[in-house]
């Protein structure tokens, strides 16, 4: 059995670390590769960059940012906004990045799943999902950034990725974003018990115990959050002890 992951998530605009509430009112949480080196030391399981306005602004993925990050720090993080290409991934993994994510050139070209497994090994390869729950009460896939809605189920997208090679989920609630509310329990444990590859739940960690509701009423692999560990609402290794006693694998 692996261990449950503890992951902090940095958005990227313009360089800078940001943190908003349901995708919007966007606020600077500070430099991201000081923030990355400050949760690596801390003893947080890994990081993930997400550039939150390469798609929409049509700009590639920071591979500078790549670089600097793993110049300071001894974790895995993985790099996403943007990513189209098997030359995006390319640069990126050269630079420094352990695992990429894609999101919206993965579901509107689900191929390239395919072919960054293939060329790059599923264990690398992240699709990422963002996701809203509708008045019809169905989760429904959002892609550039969330700001365009699709008719697909996020259960039927997770599933295909699954079976295209993806090595993980990154899972993210629009409706729990930045609310601190707890996780979306329903729709995590949907995905995760319908596919064989890990989920990382994303959207709405506010105390320790929302952590211990994801990984056991979700089914989640690895937790991620954001605006709680960027303004010290909680404690990397507290967060950790609380569940290692509460009987989960967790790294200490």
Known sequence: MLAKRIIACLDIKNGRTVKGVNFENIRDAGDPVELGAFYAAA???ELVFLDIT???EKRKTLADLAKKIAGVINIPFTVGGGVAS???VRVLLQNGADKIAVNSAAFKNPELVAALAKEF???CIVVAID???EADGVWYVYLNGGT????TTCLAWAQEAAKLGAGEILLTSMNHDGTKAGFALDITRAVSKAVSIPV???G???TMAHFEDVFTTGAADAALAASIFHFKEIEVFALKSFLFDKGLLIRL
């Open 121 to 123: 090994g599923s264990q």
């Open 43 to 45: 003893g947080i399981d």
């Open 200 to 202: 990382i739940a994303s």
């Open 54 to 56: 390469a798609t929409n």
């Open 86 to 88: 098997t030359e995006d």
């Open 204 to 206: 709405g960690g506010g």
């Open 148 to 151: 365009v809605a699709t008719k």
């Open 131 to 133: 996701t809203k729950q």
